[in-house]
């Protein structure tokens, strides 16, 4: 799979279309994203680039834009569940970045790459004792089966091969240095700890080997 995704990731996506679309949170945050689709994604999925804050004059001096790749998560995203941080990490990013100036990457992803309803099977398993990796696993999926490869295409073809990455998963950042896009900084995002994530984020903490500073259960 990898020596796959190392050809995939130098076939070239192309700019599709650019809109302006000015964004608003929950808590009443407010910010302006330039959203780029794209022809030419390996996985034909409709993977979404936000362009965030000054990325053009990030690209324009030959900084290293700050990005963040998120997966897709509809029950975080959007229904804000406390089960994982991805809203809050979200959230987060997208400010962070308007700030510094680089990109959002929002990959249809949902479920480590498993999908909402096996996703949402997982969370059964994981009410009866399993961990987030051993449900998978139970379900004959594999712990993580997100490939970054179209995040590569989609930061080639706006230029951005060399990034600070914004993220606690030491993967995403393995997969981009294979697939060509230099990290040359690894910026953690914050802990966005609950009673109902605590066990969620020691799995990934200790079985992953995330940046997370929890405290001592």
């Not at 994981?126 to 449900?135: F, M, N, V």
């Not at 030491?170 to 981009?176: R, S, W």
């Not at 966005?192 to 997370?212: E, F, G, M, P, V």
Request: glycine residues 10%.
């Amino acid at each position: 799979m990898i020596e796959t995704s190392l050809i995939a990731a130098h076939t070239e996506a192309v700019e599709r279309v650019r809109v302006v679309v000015p964004l608003r949170f929950a808590d009443g945050y407010t910010t302006t994203a330039d959203v780029f689709t794209f022809d030419g994604l390996v996985d034909g999925k409709e993977h979404l680039l936000l362009g965030l804050g000054d990325w053009r004059g990030a690209l324009e001096r030959g900084d290293a834009p700050l990005v963040r790749p998120h997966s897709e998560c509809l029950t975080g995203d959007v229904f804000g569940s406390e089960r994982c941080d991805c809203g809050p990490q979200l959230r987060e990013a997208v400010e962070r970045i308007a700030e510094d100036g680089g990109f959002l990457l929002y990959l249809r992803q949902e479920g480590r790459g498993i999908g909402l309803y096996a996703k949402l099977d997982a969370y059964a398993l994981q009410d009866a004792g399993l961990d987030t990796y051993e449900a998978n696993v139970a379900l004959g999926r594999g712990e993580d089966e997100r490939d970054y490869t179209p995040a590569a295409q989609m930061l080639r073809a706006v230029g951005a091969d060399t990034i600070r990455l914004l993220s606690n998963n030491p993967d995403k950042a393995a997969q981009l240095e294979r697939l060509g896009v230099a990290v040359v900084e690894r910026v953690p995002t914050a802990v966005h700890l609950s009673s109902a994530n605590a066990r969620y984020l020691r799995a990934k903490r200790d079985h992953t080997a995330h940046t997370l500073d929890l405290p001592a259960a």
